[in-house]
């Protein structure tokens, strides 16, 4: 690990006057940017931890919302969405090991945008908005590419409000080794309207599969995918799976949670 | 009734104690004072020639003590390999140099080009990144066809990248393809070993140290095997006599082989620390790991086996490409060749065998023993096809196992590959796995999981291996360049308390509680009474360590020896004592008796009486009770078995989940039970894991695709059931004192077939005619299987 400066402000305002510094970056539950320092692969002139600031952690729900502070970390989502949102929290409570779950964050996992993790599936899939110390966001604008999002330099992740719909299941095909998704798929249905977002299976990252929610949205039920296929390009090909895998496990897992929701 | 005491104990480990509560003393433990960092540059790709090192900005960065290149190393020997294999033309190996750091070339990523030695960890690794090195990139060859048809060299001055073309036996080869052409049915099956990498917890450590008071040297270093590396290090890299250097392996987190190897990093750590005149200590992060410690199997192979029309087997005909690596690492060698031509027989009656296998250089790292060694290899190849002949046939694979076992009353057993086999049951172990693993119910299963939507597959195989490595004459005229005896010291203290000195080494075996579990049987003492000391060439016998499933039968073939030296000697004291001769003097429970009479002396007393000779027969007898025996075994051992795995498939998704793993094994004689157990669990868990979820992968640029725990999927708990394991079926081996026959690799060798033959079986149940998968058998690949 290579020298940077450490602050840990116990206010939003300054965090965000932190970050203003040039390479400047946030840490907040550091499963990914520690390990990726210890590598060497990364090096940032500062680190700003938001784990003191008390405004940005914890679930609250309200208007039919569930909302997460973005230094939330998932043991403690997957305990306090478990009632008002069962599909979130059981999402939450399968991401990676006890230790993981324990430090990682949602914020800093939708702000890294691995094209693999769990939760930008659930953002999408959800129309959840994501609020910064600029901005509100809506998730359709949120999610760019891998490792990509609208984020703009030095700005800073809040919290995330997930509109809580009346149906919901995500299913994660794990990647035998990191136990990421392999693919993962997560629906949501309010009302008449159903939205699926996969994950670990695109080039582009998270993305919606808009005809499936089309077929799903006249009728929720398994059979309404039959004759549905993702197209495998564009999709990732790695040593664990082929696109013609990985579009077919969407298929698969878009199912099952239909059936599950 | 188990017994609570001795051999056949289950005796709670009692190294366990420090391991839980960390305590242990691991190598990274070791902290001397004053001790120097090293950090190794090394080559980010496969193949190059080193156009120049620039060190002389690194040279000034803080902290740096001195930064070693290759130049270096120029009058030092290179790592030595153990073993000269001789190819089917009476020719030796190939055997390029394998300098300690690169000169001229670099051959694998992770292949060292410098050293930096500097004052802290984070320093040395700081200066590292400073070197400037100018390498002009060579195309990689990585494939092995590729290698052995005209790719680049890996070694320019051996003109191939070919080590060796072994055949074995060759003069039967004429006969054996006589028979597969002539004969009724020949099953044919081309299947890959997947190249593994070895993953022991504990990642290797290095510390040299040097005592300028007394030129004498020490290493520290995380080894299966002290007194080998004294003896590679010394007298062929270093030229430091034994007699002033000292190798301490301390506690070791697991081995499975690739610590048994001398690698650059222990040589380079005990050189500078002569050089520099302090301590120098490297610690491999996992990463390094990866791209260092030897890897395993990694073998190509085509496999015939000719049957008759009674579905007997007539001859086998193999064809292997075996991946070296880089380098010849210290047994690499040996694995394809000794210790796996010489075990395709199997447990069966095949009379005709011909094993061609060339072993081929690649700019990978290099590959050798890896927990099994070669016998997964030859496991994996005949029992797959075997299953494969039971489909083509339609016989049920149990039958035409049964149909062509060798028969109890057929031992001792001279196979056509060399080895005699001196006993066994197979027919006892199969019975036993029939009723330990419910087959009688496998239909009603298949039933419920048709019922879920899956698909269930049962597999059966068996093994046999060679263990208790091994009868020194013998692997002396197959090329080894060792003996391969273990030694013991049996010291009985003056109160009768009693310390061994082992050759054999334990990074997790549980020696420090099995070992005394004999010796306190066969002295009638508390096995609390007893300690044995291991690991430190300065403390122990010259011994040859433990792989190959040798610690009990070859280790404890030495320390029951020299154990009977004692006995032996304590009779004539308390002969002496009794005024009786030593003849008529019974011992047993820890008492000397003459026999027909009501005296007695105790064990104390007789070891009091050696150290204080006040009345002792001074003139017959030296005082003291120590005693030293090497044991070189006249034969190998023979453990052997018969395993089942059932399977549930998604055929959605082709994720296969193991359900249930049953084992019945043939250890002979077992000195503790729970040991037994825990070993073969071990053993499966990394057969499933090799089965399913691991794989070394390189990319055509030699980049190591699975280089970390996000790419390369080891065994979890929830991946594996837990274990049905049994070892009923004993029958003793009949060459060594104990009858045992070693159990540590069983597990690792019989577990993949048996995971295969599942898959395939489940797939066939669902109406998907695959022939075979290549292992792991990831989802993706079991799907791709199905729909290609």
């Known amino acids: ?261 | 009734m188990p017994k609570d005491f001795g051999i056949g104990a289950s005796t709670k480990r009692r190294e366990d104690a420090r391991f839980l509560t960390g305590n242990g003393q691991y190598t990274d433990d070791i902290n001397i004072h004053g001790q120097a960092y090293a950090h190794f540059l090394r080559s980010q790709v496969a193949h190059g020639k080193i156009s120049a090192v620039n060190v002389e900005a690194a040279a000034a960065m803080p902290g740096v003590i001195r930064i070693f290149t290759g130049a270096d190393f120029e009058g030092v020997g290179g790592l030595p390999c153990g073993w000269q294999v001789t190819d089917r033309h009476g020719e030796p190996m190939k055997e390029p140099g394998h300098p300690v750091l690169a000169q001229g070339k670099v051959r694998h990523v992770g292949d060292p080009i410098a050293a930096v030695v500097a004052e802290s960890a984070a320093e040395a690794r700081d200066a590292a990144e400073a070197i400037e090195v100018e390498i002009e990139e060579l195309p990689a060859v990585i494939d092995m066809k590729a290698a052995v048809e005209g790719g680049p060299l890996v070694h320019d001055d051996i003109g191939s990248n070919l080590c060796y073309d072994w055949g074995f036996i060759e003069d039967n080869r004429d006969e054996v393809d006589a028979a597969i052409r002539d004969a009724h049915h020949v099953t044919t099956l081309e299947l890959t070993n997947n190249r593994l990498v070895p993953n022991a917890m504990e990642p290797r450590v290095a510390v040299g140290d040097y005592n300028a008071a007394n030129d004498e040297s020490t290493l520290y270093t995380t080894s299966q095997n002290p007194h080998v590396i004294r003896l590679l290090m010394g007298a062929f890299v270093l030229a430091v006599p034994e007699h002033k250097l000292r190798v301490v392996a301390p506690d070791v987190g697991g081995g499975f082989g690739s610590k048994i190897f001398h690698y650059a990093e222990e040589a380079f750590c005990t050189l500078a620390a002569r050089q520099l005149r302090r301590a120098v200590k490297w610690t491999a992060s996992r990463s390094e790991a990866f791209v260092t410690d030897a890897h395993g199997r990694d073998h190509v192979t085509r496999i015939e086996l000719a049957l008759d029309d009674g579905g007997h087997f007539v001859a086998i005909r193999t064809s292997t490409l075996a991946n070296l690596g880089a380098y010849l690492s210290t047994f690499a060698p040996s694995i394809p060749t000794w210790l796996h031509g010489t075990l395709m027989a199997g447990n069966y009656r095949t009379p005709l065998i011909y094993v061609n296998v060339r072993a081929v250089f690649t700019n990978t790292v290099p590959v050798d023993a890896y927990r099994g060694a070669g016998r997964p290899e030859a496991t994996f190849q005949l029992e797959r096809v075997i299953d494969k002949a039971a489909r083509e046939l339609g016989i049920d694979p149990i039958e035409i196992r049964r149909r062509n076992f060798i028969a109890a009353e057929d031992f001792p057993y001279a196979t056509p590959v060399a080895l005699e086999y001196d006993t066994g049951n197979y027919h006892a172990t199969m019975d036993r796995l029939e009723e330990i693993a419910d087959l009688q119910g496998f239909e009603a299963r298949a039933e419920t999981s048709q019922a879920k939507g899956k698909l269930r597959g049962l597999g059966v195989n068996c093994y046999i291996e060679a263990c208790g490595i091994a009868p020194s004459n013998l692997v002396g005229q197959l090329g080894a360049r060792a003996g391969l005896y273990e030694s013991a010291t049996v010291r009985v203290n003056a109160t009768g308390s009693v310390t061994v000195m082992t050759g054999s080494h334990s990074h997790g075996q549980g020696h420090e509680t099995t070992f005394p579990q004999v010796v306190a049987d066969m002295l009638g003492i508390e096995e609390g009474q007893v300690n044995i000391l291991h690991g430190d060439t300065a403390n122990t016998p010259m011994g040859m360590g433990t792989y190959g499933s040798r610690s009990i039968a070859v280790g404890g073939a030495a320390m029951v020896r020299a154990t009977e030296k004692i006995i032996s000697k304590a009779k004539k004291i308390a002969a002496h004592l009794m005024e009786a001769s030593a003849e008529d003097i019974e011992f047993s429970e820890g008492a000397f008796k003459v026999a027909g009479t009501d005296k007695q002396v105790a064990w104390g007393d007789v070891c009091l009486a050696a150290y204080v000779p006040h009345n002792y027969p001074l003139a017959e007898l030296e005082p003291g009770l120590e005693e030293t025996a090497f044991y070189d075994p006249a034969n190998f051992t023979f453990p052997a078995g018969a395993y089942a795995c059932e399977v549930e498939l998604d055929p959605e998704t082709g994720k296969v989940d193991v359900c249930s793993f049953a084992a019945a094994d043939d250890f002979g004689n077992i000195i503790n039970p729970m040991i037994v157990d825990g070993q073969v669990h071990g053993g499966i868990a990394q057969g499933v894991g090799q089965a399913l979820l691991e794989n070394a992968v390189y990319d055509s640029d030699g980049q190591l695709l699975s280089g970390s725990y996000m790419d390369y999927a080891m065994p979890r708990a929830d991946d594996v059931p837990s274990f049905t394991v049994d070892h009923s079926c004993q029958t003793p081996c009949t060459h060594n004192p104990l009858g045992v026959k070693g159990c540590g690799e069983a597990g690792a060798i019989g577990s993949p077939p048996a995971v295969v033959n599942a898959v395939v079986d489940a797939l066939s149940r669902g109406g998907y005619e695959v022939a075979h998968i290549d292992m792991p058998l990831s989802p993706s690949r079991v799907w791709q299987a199905m729909n290609a």
């Not at chain 1, 809040?158 to 095909?173: C, G, H, M, R, T």
């Not at chain 1, 699926?196 to 398994?222: K, N, Q, Y």
């Open chain 1, 1 to 261: 690990m290579y020298d940077f400066e450490f602050e840990r402000p116990a206010t939003v305002a300054d965090a965000v006057a932190a970050l203003r510094t040039e390479g400047a970056q946030v840490l907040a539950g550091g499963q990914t940017i520690i390990p990726t320092m210890k590598n060497r692969l990364a090096q940032p002139v500062k680190l700003v931890s938001v784990g003191g600031i008390a405004d940005m952690s914890g679930v609250s729900v309200g208007d039919g919302c569930l909302t997460v502070g973005a230094a939330t970390c998932h043991a403690d989502v997957a305990a306090a969405a478990a009632g008002a949102y069962p599909a979130l929290a059981s999402l939450a409570a399968n991401i990676g090991d006890p230790a993981v779950r324990n430090r990682g964050t949602i914020g800093g996992s939708i702000a890294n945008d691995d094209p693999a993790s769990c939760y930008p599936a659930a953002v999408l899939a959800s129309g959840a908005d994501i609020i910064t110390d600029r901005r509100r966001l809506a998730a359709d604008d949120f999610f760019l590419g891998m490792f990509e999002t609208a984020l703009e330099e030095g700005e800073l992740i809040l919290e995330v409000s997930f509109p809580i719909p009346d149906a919901a299941s995500y299913q994660k095909f794990e990647q035998p080794a990191s136990r990421f998704a392999l693919v993962g798929a997560f629906v949501a249905r309010s009302g008449g309207l159903v939205r699926v977002a996969i994950t670990g299976a695109s080039d582009s990252g998270v993305f919606r599969w808009r005809e499936a929610e089309a077929a799903l949205s006249d009728d929720f039920s398994r059979s309404s995918l039959n004759g549905l296929a993702l197209s495998p390009e564009g999709m990732i090909s790695d040593i664990h799976g082929t696109p013609e895998y990985r579009a077919h496990l969407a298929g698969v897992l878009t199912a099952r949670a239909v059936e599950a929701a």
